[in-house]
């Protein structure tokens, strides 16, 4: 599925400019809060869904691959943490579903929660 479709889906906010790719294609996803949980389990993840606002989620998701950042709940990053994911190629969006919804959402939508 596009990202595009996903942030339609989401009614997501794209926070770090217009030179992202959102034509890009997202296969999988997961919903954590705990960062260790993220890399323990994100295998083969495309997006990652979460509440916590801290440079960490970056620096989480430049370790795993992830594609994209989602922060639920109308959670918003740092400038900092923008700059910091442009500079990674991390896209950032921002929904104001809670996570449960957002990630039952793409999951309805075809979206996988992939190998554990």
Do not use: W
Request: with cysteine; charged share 20%.
């Amino acid at each position: 599925m596009k990202l595009e479709k996903i942030g339609q889906i989401l009614d997501a906010e794209l926070l770090n400019g217009e030179n992202c790719n959102i034509d890009i294609e997202v296969y999988t996803a997961c919903g954590s809060d705990l960062m260790s949980d993220v890399i323990s389990y994100g295998h083969e993840k495309d997006v990652l869904l979460t509440g916590l606002v801290n440079p960490q989620v970056i620096r989480t998701a430049e370790m795993m691959d992830i594609k994209v950042i989602i922060f639920v709940r109308g959670k918003r990053p740092t400038e900092c943490m923008i700059n910091l994911a442009s500079e990674k190629g991390i896209i950032l969006m921002s929904t104001k579903h809670p996570m449960f919804t957002a990630c039952g959402k793409l999951y309805s939508a075809g979206v996988s929660g992939g190998s554990v």
